[in-house]
């Protein structure tokens, strides 16, 4: 299948952890993330599931540059993250991870269309581009009839996708989506997860992280976290 | 480091963001937090505009001075007779007007004498009641010589010279309650009636005339047996020769007690007026300049509320790809914006103030275009010292604490 969504090759790791540690200084030192090995591969739909306190945000965290390991190796897109400048992690997240949080975060004052665009900001691409490419991505998540209503106007269900469109835009090599349906009621939620699925039969990398076991079993590929480290 | 490195990692473009985009991204906080926005502005607004004001008004106060004084001339010279133990008994020697009128770059001189007369509205005033109306024999060439001019009727001439009339400055007019002469109402001085056949508008280069009835020197010997000692001589002199007439003329008026004359140059009282003006000018500046102060602090404040309420904002901006200075570049660009707002709201409230009181005083408008564009500047620099510390509080928030919630 020839992806037209994820620009990693199928197959390929596009994200790596190998032996990551993650300690936070304190008396004794907490160790959010202890020992964590695990490969996510071009195409993939992956549930990272845990409780709350397990360590699968600071996961997230990691696997989005959003924060570095105390020890071991992060690899996104073939970036080893310990190797890059904090500039040249912010351009690996402008290019080829792409966020979906709980809260949705869209600018409340702005139509549909300028938070997706938005996805694009950081890249460099003309106002002109950004705006055709969020157009097409509003259209993939079905919310071309709301592209020119402000986002507080929205349902929470619609502003997911938004978010979720906004994430896609840029084509990124992976997704990363913390509690994605979090602040969703069930058929919302449902119908979330049916866009996942659906986005990533069209070529996405996406990890969804969930406290919730029942999404977590829908998805292809689960990887429980507990204390820290991957269960079983 | 593993086999399979896909070809993607061989580079990494930059993240970037165009300086349209920064624009775009200041004005996100403005857009979404409108009332707060005009606020903070309000504070730059209300220093620029005091100080654009205080500029502006004391730039068209000097226009208009300059032009009085070019109006009024710096040439005319006032000889007037001391008074007081010591400096002389008010009366200047007989030959004196004509003894000034000799020097040679003196172009014309004109006399007043103080009569020891008082005028009334009618001869049934109380004798007590004179309203500080002093009552002056002049030449008839006094009007020409100060460069004044009649609001009504006409002034003093030859042909009035023998008859009982007398012309009011503005003031006396005033305090007697006429205002028109062309009625030809009668006045109470000195014990006769006198007709009114003029009222004279503000001498500026003599106040003194304004509060007195000028009856011409002739008249005031045949109707009020005034001798005509002149106390007063105004003196036009070229105006390249001032100061050397000047240095002569107290010794030429009197020349066995030429201390016991005083020579004034009445320019100078205009000129003076003028210099604490410009001393108020530098307080009320410094006072601007306080204003503009508090109004960065609050530009300042409002900054650093908003940085730490857009957390989330912040952190989402790092999350699709924003380098630290990206997201500093956003806050001091909204700082920047809202004190562009303030400099040129205040500018154009300074001018407008400027504009009406100059409107009220009958100046011309007249704000130096440093000033607005210093206004301007000044808003700015406040704006980006104001957005630097809330800015730099907003770039080292990292990612995760930005949006953990």
């Known amino acids: ?67 570095r390991p105390t020890t071991g190796t992060v690899e996104v897109a073939g970036h080893a993250v310990a190797r890059l400048s904090d500039r040249q992690l912010s351009a690996l997240r402008a290019r080829h991870i792409g966020f979906v949080f709980q809260q949705f975060f869209l600018l409340s004052g702005y139509t549909a269309l300028d938070n997706v665009a938005d996805g694009l900001l950081y890249t460099g691409a003309p106002l002109r581009t950004r705006r055709a490419r969020a157009a097409a991505a509003l259209d993939r998540v079905g919310l071309a009839h709301r592209r020119d209503h402000v986002a507080s106007k929205l349902s929470g269900g619609e502003r997911q996708r938004v978010a979720i469109a906004r994430a896609l835009v840029g084509e990124p090599q992976l997704v990363l989506a913390d509690e994605p349906t979090g602040n969703l009621d069930s058929r919302a939620s449902d119908s979330i997860i049916e866009l996942l699925e ?31 480290q991957v269960a079983a | 480091m593993t086999a399979t490195t896909p070809p993607a990692a061989a580079r990494l473009g930059a993240s970037r963001l165009h300086l349209a985009d920064v624009g775009r991204t200041s004005v996100v906080g403005l857009r979404t937090r409108k009332l707060r926005a005009a606020l903070s502005a309000l504070g730059i607004m209300i220093g620029i505009a005091s100080m654009v004001a205080v500029l502006g008004l004391s730039e068209s106060s000097r226009s208009d001075l300059l032009a009085r004084l070019d109006r009024l001339g710096t040439n005319l010279l006032r000889v007037e007779a001391g008074m007081g133990i010591g400096r002389g008994s008010g009366a200047l020697p007989e030959e004196a007007a004509g003894m000034v009128a000799r020097i040679g770059p003196v172009e014309m001189t004109a006399t007043a004498a103080r009569v020891g007369a008082n005028v009334y509205r009618n001869d049934l005033v109380p004798a007590g009641e004179s309203g500080g109306i002093s009552v002056q024999a002049v030449s008839t060439n006094l009007l020409a010589t100060l460069q004044g001019s009649v609001a009504s ?31 030809a109402p009668l006045v109470w001085l000195g ?42 001589i105004f003196v036009r002199t070229d105006p390249a020769y001032v100061d050397q007439v000047l240095a002569v003329l107290a010794a030429t008026a009197n020349p066995q007690t030429p201390e016991e004359v005083e020579v ?35 530009i300042a404040n409002v900054m650093v509320i908003s940085v730490l309420e857009r957390r989330s904002e912040i952190g989402l901006r790092r999350a699709i790809g924003a380098t630290r200075r990206h997201v500093a570049a956003q806050f001091v660009g909204e700082a920047l914006v809202l004190s562009l707002i303030g400099g040129v709201g205040g500018v154009v409230l300074g001018w407008g103030a400027t504009a009406v009181w100059a409107r009220v005083r009958g100046w011309s408008v007249l704000v130096p275009p440093e000033a607005m564009l210093g206004g301007v500047a000044a808003a700015l620099v406040i704006g980006v010292v104001a957005g630097l510390y809330p800015a730099v509080r907003a770039a080292r928030m990292a990612p995760t604490d930005a949006l953990r919630n």
């Open chain 1, 1 to 67: 299948m020839t992806s037209h969504l994820g620009s990693a090759p199928e197959g390929h790791a596009v994200v790596r952890l190998e032996g990551v540690v993650k300690e936070y200084p304190g008396t004794p030192p907490v160790r959010a993330v202890d020992d964590v090995s695990f490969t996510i591969g071009a195409g993939e739909l992956t549930a990272i599931v845990g409780p709350s306190g397990s360590g699968k945000s600071t996961l997230l965290h990691l696997m989005g540059t959003l924060d």
């Open chain 1, 198 to 228: 659906q986005l990533n039969r069209d070529g996405a990398t996406i990890a969804v992280i969930t406290h919730d076991r029942e999404i977590a079993e829908r998805l292809p590929r689960v990887i429980t976290v507990r204390d820290g």
């Open chain 2, 153 to 183: 009727g006409v002034f003093l001439d030859e042909a009035a010279a023998d008859y009982p009339v007398v012309v009011l400055g503005s003031v006396a007019a005033q305090r007697l309650g006429i205002t028109d002469a062309s009625t």
């Open chain 2, 191 to 232: 014990g006769e009636w006198f007709t009114v056949v003029g009222v004279l508008d503000q001498f500026e280069l003599s106040p003194d005339l304004d509060r007195a009835a000028l009856v011409s020197t002739s008249a005031a010997e045949r109707f009020l047996d005034d001798e005509g000692v002149p106390s007063t």
């Open chain 2, 264 to 298: 004034t140059r009445p320019s100078d009282a205009l000129e003076a007026r003028d210099a604490a003006d410009e001393a108020l000018t530098a307080l009320f500046l410094g006072l601007g300049a306080v204003a503009l102060l508090v109004g960065g602090v609050g």
